[in-house]
């Protein structure tokens, strides 16, 4: 066997004017390291071992100096930090939070791109007009106690009547901790009802609404869907309201009674589904999440810059692009607001992450809360400098509209829009699901298995440690960008072509083949009673 040499010191930095640069090297770099020639820092002998994904310092940085990266300030030094030390978060004093008044608002105008035309994938129209990438049959249920019955339910269901159909591609049950035991009238109760309301109606569900309730709940199904609100898909009246089983009734004597009710009711569901065919449409229908999770360096310097180039394409193809997660772009609200379309969507960008802001200091936390164990060992120190590599996934078309948390996108609302989330992945996950997310991107460093039931989740990997390790979870591996296998354009591309396969349902994620399948998390904001 031929031994393969180690690969020579790299180090890779985001602008000219940052005074650290990251350790590209599988296991970092020993102390007294010497950098070659042609990489930032030159010259330089490590005074210590710098991990891999870590900063170190290019030159000497005094005490109080500001360390840049991306040429923006993620810290402040809190001793000297001699020319070719690791620097790290003990190292470095968070900057303050810009404030929220006195932002660039509009100014940033994007240059007007090609549109790109042409490009198509096949998908299921909807009466509604929207189109799915799947065809999945969902069960709603409306308070947490049917989720045992309704999970038996779903296995029966998947088991007898599912492989009559196969031209449905899963039966599954929106399982969530909400319904009861909480403060339903509160103000913000809003939230998690529309997130559960708009979650029934994704365009992967094709309009069959069908409703589990116990019976006693506080959240009783009128008031999740009310008569009228959305397309009745059968021949009954739209004033009659969705598809009920309601555990407590009369007729259900014992537990299997439950269960035969809800698979027999799930028949003619499926016989609709099944008769739909998938049809050639543009790719202009397409309504794509992205999302980053278990995030390391590399997330803002592969697989986020591909990904944000690759939203760019999608934009010019008349798709739809949400971005998320407050919190990881709280400390770039200037980014935000001088790419807002509008004023308007300037102010609503304002308006959304000054009620986060509220509701974080309502729970006596703050931003700072964001940035995980994990991320601190991948080499981000902090969330200033976690948001820089975040906001990178947006790409750089303007923001055209903002959505609060659990609205649903209109037909008409198109472009890169900013979804409001908590930065949970889960949660974030369940809102761009209310929203009409079709389909879903997820950059990860570190590595999680996430993945959605409701939704193709296309899983990109950061680094090519990781995609080697994890061979078989990771869809894309961007770290060829770092090893200088690929540049982030190529990568992009390749996204972009991968969700249009993925989409038609030419190819399957490797969530989907694992059937990696997180349950559904509700953000609640109101007080439990």
């Given at each position: 066997m031929t031994a393969v040499s180690p690969r020579p010191p790299l180090t890779l930095r985001m602008r000219a004017e940052d005074n650290v640069a990251?350790?590209?090297?599988?296991?970092?770099?020993?102390?007294?390291?010497?950098?070659?020639?042609?990489?930032?820092?030159?010259?330089?002998?490590?005074?210590?071992?710098?991990?891999?994904?870590?900063?170190?310092?290019?030159?000497?940085?005094?005490?109080?100096?500001?360390?840049?990266?991306?040429?923006?300030?993620?810290?402040?030094?809190?001793?000297?930090?001699?020319?070719?030390?690791?620097?790290?978060?003990?190292?470095?004093?968070?900057?303050?939070?810009?404030?929220?008044?006195?932002?660039?608002?509009?100014?940033?105008?994007?240059?007007?791109?090609e549109p790109l035309e042409g490009y198509t994938f096949e998908g299921y129209r909807n009466k509604d007009g929207s189109v799915g990438t799947r065809n999945i049959l969902a069960i709603t249920t409306t308070v947490q106690c049917v989720a045992g019955v309704v999970a038996q339910a779903v296995a029966r269901i998947k088991a007898e009547l599912l492989p009559q159909f196969p031209n449905v591609?899963?039966?599954?049950?929106?399982?969530?901790?909400?319904?009861?035991?909480?403060?339903?009238?509160a103000p913000?109760?809003?939230?998690?009802?529309?997130?559960?309301?708009?979650?029934?109606?994704?365009?992967?569900f094709g309009g069959?609404?069908?409703?589990?309730?116990?019976?006693?709940?506080?959240?009783?199904?009128?008031?999740?869907?009310?008569?009228?609100?959305?397309?009745?898909?059968?021949?009954?009246?739209?004033?009659?309201?969705?598809?009920?089983?309601?555990?407590?009734?009369?007729?259900?004597?014992?537990?299997?009674?439950?269960?035969?009710?809800?698979?027999?009711?799930?028949?003619?569901?499926?016989?609709r589904l099944n008769a739909r065919r998938r049809e050639t449409v543009p790719a202009s229908e397409l309504v794509v999440g992205v999302q980053c999770g278990g995030s390391d360096a590399f997330s803002g310097v592969t697989a986020n810059p591909a990904v944000g180039f690759c939203a760019d394409l999608l934009v010019r193809a008349g798709a739809t692009i949400m971005f998320s997660e407050n919190t990881e772009v709280r400390d770039a609200v200037e980014q935000l607001?001088?790419?807002?379309?509008?004023?308007?969507?300037?102010?609503?960008?304002?308006?959304?992450?000054?009620?986060?802001?509220?509701?974080?200091?309502?729970?006596?936390?703050?931003?700072s809360a964001n940035t995980t164990p994990g991320n601190k060992a991948g080499g981000l120190s902090n969330i200033a400098e976690k948001a820089m590599g975040s906001i990178i996934k947006s790409g750089s078309s303007a923001i055209s509209h903002v959505l609060a948390?659990?609205?649903?996108?209109?037909?008409?609302?198109?472009?890169?829009?900013?979804?409001?989330?908590?930065?949970?992945?889960?949660?974030?996950?369940?809102?761009?699901?209310?929203?009409g997310m079709n389909l879903h991107i997820f950059t990860t460093g570190r590595g999680t298995p996430y993945g959605l039931a409701e939704c193709p989740v296309v899983k990109v990997a950061t680094r090519t440690d990781l995609a080697r390790r994890w061979h078989d979870l990771m869809d894309v591996n961007a770290g060829r960008i770092a090893d200088g296998e690929a540049t982030i354009e190529e990568t992009g591309w390749e996204m972009f072509r991968l969700l249009l396969d993925v989409a038609s349902g030419r190819k399957k994620t490797w969530a989907e083949h694992w059937k990696l399948h997180n349950s559904l998390v509700l953000f609640n904001p109101a007080p439990v009673t």
């Open positions: 990251i350790v590209a090297n599988d296991g970092g770099l020993p102390e007294g390291t010497r950098l070659p020639d042609g990489v930032p820092g030159a010259g330089l002998v490590l005074r210590e071992k710098v991990p891999q994904g870590h900063k170190v310092a290019l030159r000497d940085i005094a005490e109080g100096e500001v360390v840049l990266r991306y040429a923006v300030p993620i810290g402040y030094a809190l001793k000297a930090i001699p020319a070719g030390s690791w620097v790290h978060e003990r190292l470095l004093q968070m900057p303050a939070a810009r404030a929220l008044e006195g932002l660039p608002i509009a100014t940033v105008k994007p240059p007007t791109a591609d899963d039966v599954i049950g929106l399982e969530h901790s909400y319904g009861c035991g909480v403060a339903i009238d913000d109760a809003v939230i998690p009802i529309r997130t559960l309301k708009n979650i029934s109606l994704n365009p992967n069959e609404v069908m409703v589990v309730s116990l019976g006693c709940e506080k959240l009783q199904p009128a008031r999740l869907l009310p008569p009228g609100s959305f397309p009745i898909t059968d021949e009954r009246d739209p004033a009659s309201g969705p598809e009920t089983i309601c555990l407590q009734d009369d007729q259900h004597v014992g537990f299997m009674s439950m269960l035969d009710d809800i698979v027999s009711s799930a028949k003619p569901h499926l016989e607001t001088s790419r807002a379309a509008t004023p308007d969507v300037a102010d609503a960008i304002i308006r959304e992450l000054g009620w986060y802001d509220r509701y974080l200091d309502r729970g006596r936390v703050d931003r948390p659990g609205d649903k996108l209109r037909r008409d609302q198109r472009g890169l829009v900013y979804a409001a989330t908590p930065a949970s992945d889960f949660i974030c996950g369940t809102l761009q699901l209310a929203a």
